[in-house]
Structures are given as C-alpha cells and as structure tokens.
C-alpha cells in the first residue's frame, strides 16, 4: 500500500468516514492534499440527495445530514444555513392558510378548518339572491372567528354593494335611492312603448310625455333618445299637415295656396288637346303662373305625358319605315342606320331595331364593294389638278407612240385595245360615283366609313 497516494484515502472517507480526523492527519503526515476538499464533495452529494417535501422530511433530513457531517469529520455552515431555511420556509406553509400566517400549527388548523367550512357555504354564492347573500353574511359573522373570516365578509359585502349599486342604476346614472332609479326607468319604459306601438299620436300627447322626460334628459341617455324621437315624431306630424302630394309647403298658408293652384292646373290641364304642342303651351304657361312647390308636380306631369306622346309617335314612324325595310335603297337604309346610331331615336327603339338595320346594311354594303373602290378612285381623280391631269395624257400619248414605234401595226392594235379599256373603266368608274354620291352631294368617305 502506497501511503502517498489520495485514491487510499479516499476510499477509506467514503467507507469508514474520519470522525475523529485521523485519516486527515496520515494524509497530512505524507504530505496528501485535497482531503478536506473531498469531504466537502462527498457532503454536498449526500445534501443532493435529502428529501424536503414536508417539515417532517426536512427535520429527518437535517439530522441525517449533521450525522454525516460528523462522520466525515467537518463542518460546512452554508449547508446547514441552507436547511435551515427550508425548514423555516416550510414551518411557514405549514402555519399559513389562505394567505394568512398563524403564530402557531394549532391555530393554523382551526382557520383551516373554518376555511372549509365558508368554502362549503359559498359554494353557490354568485347564484345568491341578496337576501341569501344577508343571510351567509350574518352565519359566517356569527360562527367563526379566525383572522381569515374578514376576506370572505368582505367579498359578500362587495357583491352586496354591487346589487345595490345596480338596483340604484339606470341608464348609466346611479341615482341616491332605488325609488328614484326605478321611477325613471318606469317613466321611460312607459313612454318608449306608446311611442313603438303608436303611430298617430297626436302633438298634445307627445308634449306632454316631452314635458315627464325633462328631469332626466340631463343624466339618461334614453331618456335623450326618447325625447330626439318625440321631436323627430313632432315635426313629421307637422310636415305633414304641410305636405301636398308629397311636396313639403313652407307653412299652412302656402299649402292652401298650393291646392288652390294644383285645381287650377287639372281644370286646365282637363282642357288641352292631346297633342306635344298643346302641351307644350300649357307647360309654359304653368311655368309662369303657377309659384308654390306645387308647380314641379305638375310640371312633371306635362313632361311624362309629353314623353309618352313623342314615344308613341316614334314608334309608329319605326314601325312604317320597318315594313318597308326590305325593299330600301342602299342610301335609304344608309340614312336609317346612321339616325339610329347617332341617337336620332331612343334607346329602347335602338336596342329594339339597329341589330335588324345593321344586318341589311351590312349584306347590302358587301354587294357595293366594287362600287365603293370605282368611286372612290374617280373622287381621287377629280381632285387632281389641271397640271396632273396634263402630265397624265402626256404619259399617254408617249406610251402610244412607243408602242407603235416599235411594234409598227401590233403596236397600234394594242394602243387602240388600251384606249378602248381606259375608256370603257372611266365610264363604270364615273357611273359607280354618281350612282353612290348621288352626283357627288352625299360624301363618299361617310358611306365608305360606315
């Protein structure tokens, strides 16, 4: 056995121990360091291994650990303090219940008894009336006294306030006694269902029930709403003593004189012939005459009819221009077609009949088209100037002439079939333009553009 090595003083620290540190004074003795260190390892692994769940195991806890310390042979003060405050901690648990501390463990075990006894009492106590919530109040005062009672009377004595509290409430106010909340509320109550029931009240009995919301109006809200309401139900009872035919007058007298002037206008109106021009001078003339709001009714009137008249009247024109349809000139459905497109007519007539014109319009187009390029080239031609015109038949005649230089007989065979053909091409190249410009009055480019 060698005396210098520590692995020999270790092992016997941790089977035997040195309570009386002779293992400490052989080591020293041979000069072995790290002794004292290692009791403190082994110490601290035995702490790790104490169990403090309750005061009871935290007291075997500590006497183990003070047996270990004096086996070992040392003294290590922070681990102890360290126990010592889990037991202090944990004496504490065991003398506090529901967040009161007791001075000692008898105490604590009659409040937690009580606590049990209130918490078995309150198990209904949000569905309380307030009547029970007196009743618990008055047992739990009566028959417990630990410290802990007084947070359970106060928690009763705060519902109660709020019941209280809102008994005495109404439309946000809280008022001094429940009566004074209650009649308030009965008021409006009241008031607010002869209002939603009833349509025809009359304006005495809307200001008299204006004039039972006055000592509220100031503090509800509902009681402001209700009055807006017998205020807004006042003035459409008056707009409609003021209204003829749905047009509001500015006081009583203009409404008679609004009625005065609607007989006059249906006594004339009565009269006139059914025709746009009678109709016409008969909106003119209430234009002048006629000076209360009256006057739009009946002017609309005059329009209605006057529009209806001139519907009529382009419908018939529609209908007769359609027969005939068929058997139009290219022009004639030319001109039918543009009216319709640029609005010559309504938009029900249109969306009625343009598809129908613009299908013959365009299959009758397709058989011009050959007329559309002959015209159009003799528009060119007769929009060159004389000097064009004289450079052109210069460029003929040479033509001529080169080919019967050439070409001697052949040449002038051929000069006579080209003359013949020009010829011939002015001649269906002018009918084609004075067939499709009417002599050149209608412009050509329109026709071509639509």
């Known amino acids: 056995m060698n005396p210098y090595k520590s692995e020999y003083y270790e092992y016997m620290l941790h089977e035997f121990g040195d309570e009386t540190g002779e293992i400490g004074s052989v080591a020293a003795f041979f000069g072995v360091s790290g002794i004292d260190s290692y009791k403190d390892k082994l110490l601290n692994a035995y702490y790790e291994e104490l169990k403090f769940e309750s005061s009871k195991a935290a007291k075997e806890s500590k006497r183990l650990f003070l047996e270990k310390r004096k086996e070992l042979g040392i003294c290590n003060s922070k681990l102890e303090e360290k126990i010592d405050k889990k037991l202090v901690k944990l004496d504490e648990k065991d003398r ?92 409006v109550e009241e008031i607010n269902t002869i209002i939603i029931s009833s349509n025809d009240l009359d304006s005495q009995v809307l200001i008299e029930m204006k004039i ?83 006057k739009s009714i009946c002017i609309s009137k005059i329009d209605r009819d006057i529009e209806k008249m001139k519907a009529l009247a382009e419908r018939i024109e529609i209908d007769e221009l359609m027969k005939d349809i068929k058997s139009m000139s290219f022009f004639e459905l030319h001109s039918l077609f543009t009216k319709m497109k640029n609005g010559d007519f309504s938009d029900t007539i249109c969306e009625e009949y343009l598809p129908k014109v613009r299908g013959l319009y365009d299959k009758l187009k397709v058989g011009y088209q050959k007329k559309y390029k002959n015209a159009i080239a003799y528009d060119e031609k007769l929009k060159k100037s004389f000097k064009d015109k004289v450079f052109e038949f210069i460029g003929y005649v040479i033509a001529v002439g080169l080919f019967i230089y050439f070409l001697n007989m052949i040449g002038v065979g051929i000069s006579l079939l080209g003359i013949i053909g020009i010829i011939t091409n002015n001649r269906e190249v002018k009918r084609d333009w004075n067939e499709l410009t009417d002599s050149g009055k209608i412009a050509l480019i329109e026709v071509n553009r639509n």
């Open 96 to 187: 506090t219940v529901d967040g009161v501390l007791f001075q000692d463990n008898t105490a604590a075990q009659h409040a937690s008894q009580e606590l049990n006894n209130i918490n078995e009492m309150m198990l209904n106590y949000d569905q309380l009336s307030e009547n029970e919530l007196n009743a618990l109040l008055e047992a739990i005062r009566s028959n417990f006294s630990s410290s802990i009672v007084e947070k359970y009377i106060q928690r009763i004595e705060t519902k109660l306030n709020q019941i209280d509290k809102q008994l005495r409430e109404f439309d946000g106010i809280v008022y001094d006694t429940r009566e004074d909340a209650l009649r308030r509320k009965k008021t």
């Open 212 to 294: 039972q919301l006055q000592d509220i109006i100031e503090l509800s809200s509902k009681a402001r709403w209700l009055t807006e309401s017998i205020n807004n139900r006042l003035i459409e009872i008056d707009e409609k003593t003021r209204t003829l035919d749905g047009v509001l007058c500015e006081d009583v007298e203009q409404l008679k004189l609004a009625q005065t002037e609607k007989d006059y206008f249906f006594e004339k109106y009565s009269t006139v012939c059914e025709d746009v021009e009678s109709l016409e001078l008969l909106r003119m003339e209430m234009e002048n005459e006629l000076t209360t709001p009256i």
